[in-house]
C-alpha cells in the first residue's frame, strides 16, 4: 500500500502544468531545505502518492496528484555554487538535503482551494490545515486521501 504525501510548489516557480510539459511527466522534487520536511522525503518510497499543491496562488488549492518514482537521494543542487538551492555544510561525502523524482498522474479538471478544503468534514486535522503549519512536504493521513479525491474530478 503507497504512503500519501502532499508536496507544494509555487506555481510562479514549478506549476503542474511545467510538470505536464516535463519530458515524461516526471521531474526532481528539489530544493527542500527544512530538515522535518526532508526527512518525510526519505521516508517517501517508489509507489507512494501525492498531492500536488500550488502555494503562494490565488487561491493556494490542490491541483493534481503525482507519483514517486525515484526514493530519495542526494540533491545535487545544494552542491552547484550558482545554485539557489547551494548549501555550503553540504557535499558529495556528507549530503545533507535529499531529492525524490515525481511522475504526473493527474491534475484536477478544477483545482480544490484551500478554503474551500477547510469546510470538509474529516479534514480537520489535515496537516495542511493546521494554523502555522508551512512544510513543503507533508504526510496526508488515507482517510484524508480518499476525501479529497473524492472532491475531485480528475482528468488529463
Given at each position: 500500500m503507497?504512503a ?6 509555487e506555481p510562479?516557480?514549478?506549476?503542474i ?5 516535463s ?5 526532481c ?34 491541483v ?15 552542491w ?11 557535499s558529495k ?18 483545482p480544490l ?6 469546510t ?14 508551512r512544510?513543503?512536504v507533508q504526510?496526508v493521513?488515507?482517510?484524508e486521501?480518499?476525501i479529497?479525491l ?7
Open positions: 503507497p500519501y504525501w502532499l508536496l507544494k510548489s510562479s516557480t514549478f506549476s502544468d511545467d510538470l505536464a510539459g519530458p515524461h511527466r516526471t521531474t522534487w528539489e530544493g527542500v531545505r527544512n530538515y522535518q520536511a526532508r526527512n518525510f522525503l526519505k521516508a517517501m518510497a517508489v509507489g507512494d502518492l501525492a498531492f500536488f499543491y500550488h502555494s503562494q496562488a490565488d487561491p493556494p488549492a490542490i493534481g496528484v503525482v507519483e514517486v518514482v525515484r526514493a530519495a537521494y542526494p540533491d545535487h543542487f545544494a552547484r555554487r550558482h545554485s539557489v538551492y547551494f548549501d555550503e555544510k553540504s561525502q556528507n549530503p545533507r538535503w535529499v531529492m525524490v523524482d515525481v511522475r504526473l498522474r493527474k491534475t484536477f479538471r478544477e482551494p484551500l478554503e474551500q478544503l477547510r470538509v468534514n474529516g479534514l480537520e486535522e489535515m496537516e495542511l490545515l493546521r494554523k502555522g503549519s512544510l513543503s504526510p493521513r488515507e482517510r486521501w480518499e479529497v473524492g472532491l475531485s474530478q480528475a482528468v488529463r
